[in-house]
């Protein structure tokens, strides 16, 4: 009977951590953040991303870049991320733009983008047969960036890709919200250095 209760408990403790996952901390910036200067962003940061290719599919290839631009003097920033799929001599390009405000507290950077543009065509033998597709959308989408000014990079505490989310990323070594600890700082570099689902973006110009 207690290994039973024992059981019962462990499977309500991992259904309540698995429902507040990803905490609510990761929408909103720190009221005391440990670094003391707030990070002053400006210029195009990049991810590193490689081309994806299948070993089971010789027709199969997909190439995505992302980027984000910030302009310090307007406080906004623009979200490029652009996808393009080769499949049996068909390209089907995916474009995403978004756009919005955002504030920083130390190293903390809190993105929300107010509009989305997303726009699909297809391709074949250089000429578009399908598209464009074009559709707006007024949101408050907002998350939880840091700042490593000795790399001059920017992550996300979950990774996100198109404003698709998954459940991972940094957060997952973070023991009490913002804290920038070891903990923090080896989950960020772990993250940091992914190639497939890569989560970090770089400052190129």
Known sequence: MKDRLRLLGIIVLLSHVIGCFPPSWIRELPERPESSNDIVLKGIYNKNLPPFSPL????YKE????RLEFSHSEKTFQKYYFREIEEKGEIRRIK???TGQYE????????????IKKEESVW???KQISGPE?????TSHKLLYHYDPSNDSLI??????GYREKPFGVVEGTNSPYAEDEFFRIARRNYSKKEYQGHAYFKVK
């Open 104 to 115: 920083s507290r130390g190293n903390w950077l809190l993105l929300e983008t107010r509009k």
């Open 156 to 161: 996300p505490m979950i990774y996100e890709s």
């Open 63 to 66: 190439n995505q870049t992302e």
């Open 96 to 98: 995403i733009e978004g």
């Open 56 to 59: 089971t599919s010789v027709t």
């Open 124 to 126: 074949k033998d250089g």
């Open 134 to 138: 074009i559709n707006f959308l007024e």
